[in-house]
Antibody
Framework: QVQLQESGPGLLKPSQTLSLTCTVS??????????WSWIRQSAGKGLEWIGR???????NYNPSLKSRVTMSVDTSKNQFSLKLTSVIAADTAVYFC????????WGQGALVTVSS | AIQLTQSPSSLSASVGDRVTISCRAS??????LGWYQQKPGKAPKLLIF???SLQSGVPSRFSGSGSGTDFTLTISTVQSEDFATYYC?????????FGQGTKVEIK
């Protein structure tokens, strides 16, 4: 059974860069033609899809975040990653990684707080 | 972006009741709609994909219907473990978007 686990700093200051990694276990990230998504959930905006990446590198980003988002895949480590630059308080959320379209395997989520 | 509007925002039900949740899209999304259940502190769990296909392992009391712009999630006989928040998601058009959620509470 595949499992996903988010990791990264939980507290950031405004203007810093959020960096999260999702480690996939239980199978190779290359197995199957899946997309790998990042989704966040905040009290103010509910669930928000950030974007997705395929293992061959193709990406789709939410236009509302596109100027600040970069996703990447490291197949050798069975991981994919999210970078969000110039964070503000409104980026405070639980960040989930997930597999599929629509996403059906999810990580447990990682709380990221942006505060000075 | 496509907007998904769920109704109601919350509802109260007793065990054994039939529960229906609506999700309306701002434009035609064919059948590219999923339904999720989320409990506090947990990730959303996919119940229904392609508007009406039951995800593996999900009890058959859950069903989905609709296409185009109007969709429905039905719980035929609600159980105690079904009290949670439910979300719809469209993956027809970028960016994927979620409904605002429907909280199902115990009456």
């Amino acid at each position: 059974q595949v499992q996903l686990q988010e990791s990264g700093p939980g507290l950031l200051k405004p203007s810093q860069t959020l960096s999260l990694t999702c480690t996939v276990s239980g199978e190779s990230i290359n197995s199957g033609h899946y997309s790998w998504s990042w989704i966040r959930q905040s009290a103010g905006k509910g669930l928000e899809w950030i974007g997705r990446i395929y293992t061959h590198g193709n990406t789709n980003y939410n236009p509302s975040l596109k100027s600040r988002v970069t996703m990447s895949v490291d197949t050798s480590k069975n991981q994919f990653s999210l970078k969000l630059t110039s964070v503000i308080a409104a980026d405070t959320a639980v960040y989930f990684c997930a597999r599929g379209s629509p996403p059906w395997f999810w990580g447990q989520g990682a709380l990221v707080t942006v505060s000075s | 972006a496509i907007q998904l509007t769920q109704s109601p925002s919350s509802l109260s039900a007793s065990v054994g009741d039939r529960v229906t949740i609506s999700c309306r899209a701002s434009q035609d999304i064919r059948n590219d709609l999923g339904w999720y259940q989320q409990k506090p502190g947990k990730a959303p769990k996919l119940l229904i994909f392609d508007a009406s296909s039951l995800q593996s392992g999900v009890p058959s009391r859950f069903s989905g219907s609709g296409s185009g712009t109007d969709f429905t999630l039905t719980i035929s006989t609600v159980q105690s473990e079904d009290f949670a928040t439910y979300y719809c998601l469209q993956d027809n058009n970028y960016p994927w978007t979620f409904g605002q959620g429907t909280k199902v509470e115990i009456k």
